[in-house]
């Protein structure tokens, strides 16, 4: 590898034809962030900026043959995940990962479209719980998905403590569907909140918002951050690509990545 390389992260995510959310908001978001996005589909959707009308897990065999052959062929500085379509895809993923385990690996688990589709059925978040997040870096799940994750647990930080036991290193809770003047995310670890940062709410709806900090905190960790810059880092990067969005359809608005250019 040349010492000019971008770093490469490798995102196992869903498709989405708009380009806002899924498998091309991640290559999108890690591309604006200096390293080079590779991508293994787990799934196809059926979607627009409204919502998602149809997904079709990929073959877990396909899957893994995806990423085992560019893992075979490249170094990857970090993993993200985002949609990955069944619990028997959840299985072929952590089997990928499990394989890797130096390399840091950020989970965005989306159960549910902004419309409130669901992109995940019980047998898949059990599979989560089980494979994945005993595997994971840092969680970033909103507090809807925090709840769920937690069996239903109220308190954002007890729900955090649960998801910590279960394995992972960090988790990152989201405030965008809380009820506060501004978006509070903060960030626990075992021994309890390690930063907690407040963004101004942003007044519009926006497709891809979660899949974007995912994948931005990988790329901060691909390019050497340890996890708490890499989480403030992304946030920023995040609240500044939604406050640039723009409005192609006739649902949500799109992230704007390339805010810089």
């Keep these: 590898m040349s010492s000019r390389s971008p770093a490469a992260v490798l995102s196992f995510a869903a498709s989405d034809p708009t380009g806002g959310a899924g498998i091309q908001a991640d290559l999108l978001t890690i591309a604006a962030l200096g390293c080079h996005p590779l991508s293994v589909v787990t799934a196809i ?26 893992l075979e062929d490249m170094p990857v500085a970090a993993f993200k995940a985002g949609v990955l379509g069944s619990s028997q895809n959840v299985r072929a993923v952590s089997e990928v990962v499990a394989k890797h385990s130096a390399v840091p690996f950020v989970v965005d688990p989306v159960l549910a479209s902004g419309r409130g589709d669901p992109l ?35 308190d954002l930080a007890e729900c955090a403590r649960r998801l910590l036991d279960q394995g992972c290193e960090y988790v990152l809770i989201t405030g965008t569907h809380e009820e506060d003047s501004d978006v509070v995310n903060t960030l626990y670890d075992a021994s309890g909140v390690v930063r907690e940062d407040r963004w101004p709410r942003l007044p519009a709806s926006y497709h891809g918002s979660g899949c974007t900090l995912a994948s931005a905190i990988a790329a901060e960790l691909a390019k050497g951050l340890d996890p708490p ?33």
């Design 45 to 70: 959707t059926v979607q627009d900026t409204r919502g998602v009308e149809r997904m079709t897990p990929i073959d877990p065999p396909l899957i893994s043959a995806q990423a085992h052959r560019l």
């Design 229 to 261: 810059e890499a989480a403030h880092a992304a946030q920023r990067f995040t609240w500044e690509a939604l406050a640039a969005g723009f409005r192609l359809g006739g649902g949500q608005l799109l992230p704007n990545r390339f805010f810089r250019s």
């Design 120 to 154: 995940a059925q019980d047998e898949t978040i059990e599979a989560l719980r089980e494979l994945i997040l005993p595997q994971t870096t840092m969680l970033t799940p909103n507090s809807l998905e925090a709840r769920r994750l937690a069996d239903g647990a109220k």
